[in-house]
């Protein structure tokens, strides 16, 4: 199936600090990626829809200038956590919809952000 | 919003059975995903469901999207220890809009009793 990698998959930082999670679609290109963000034993909560050359859409809610997206390429997507604070601790996943046939959408591997 | 309710939220059960869950919605989908997530990771594709009465099978797994296009059912069968995990149902109501993001159910907890 199709490939979608996320980096770091760890990350511990201080708080007030900005940590930039990075997404790719490896094998495919991917006009629309996915931001979620899931806490312990909870679904997957959609924080924005990213469409490459264009600015992201957010859902209700999520700041956007805390939450910052970057769809700078089509396998390419950014998110940057700006002045993080301990609750926004958390398993950020990405998501990738393969531009070709049936958009079918694939997952990253998600990345776990500790904010000390 | 849309939703969609999953169930069962977790089944716990033996090795060797077959296990069945459900995903319901009060509005239509035309596409249907099944992914399963395990711990510390993301949600990983199972199936893929296109068109409403369409069965498919990966393995020990088979999804259906029902009729109405308001339901799909994932059935694993001979469960094994390695089914352990969350299972996700997603459905996403324009198959063609690539903007349009999916709605996804709670999940359902399998865990299986060697």
């Known amino acids: 199936g199709a490939v979608v990698s996320q980096h770091p998959s760890r990350v511990i930082c201080k708080s007030g600090t900005s940590v930039k999670i990075e997404c790719r679609s490896l094998d495919f290109q991917a006009t629309t990626m996915f931001w979620y963000r899931q806490f312990p034993k909870q679904s997957l909560m959609l924080m924005a829809t990213s469409n490459e050359g264009s600015k992201a859409t957010y859902e209700q809610g999520v700041e956007k200038d805390k939450f910052l997206i970057n769809h700078a390429s089509l396998t390419l997507s950014t998110l940057t956590v700006t002045s993080a604070h301990p609750e926004d601790s958390s398993f950020y996943i990405c998501s990738a919809r393969d531009s070709r046939g049936e958009h079918t959408q694939y997952f990253g591997p998600g990345t776990r952000l500790t904010v000390l | 919003g849309q939703q969609l309710n999953q169930s069962p939220q977790s089944m716990f059960i033996q090795e060797g059975e077959d296990v069945s869950m459900n995903c319901t919605s009060s509005?239509?989908?035309?596409?249907w995903l099944w992914y399963k997530q395990e711990p510390g990771e993301g949600p990983v594709l199972l199936i893929a469901l296109y068109k409403a009465g369409e069965l498919t099978s990966n393995g020990r797994l088979t999804a259906q999207f029902g009729i109405t296009r308001k339901d799909s059912f994932l059935n694993i069968s001979a469960s094994i220890p390695s089914d352990v995990g969350i299972y996700f149902c997603?459905?996403?109501?324009?198959?063609?809009?690539?903007?349009?993001?999916?709605?996804f159910g709670k999940g359902t907890r399998l865990s299986v009793i060697a």
């Open positions: 997603a459905g996403q109501s324009s198959p063609y809009s690539g903007n349009t993001p999916l709605v």
């Open positions: 509005s239509i989908f035309n596409t």
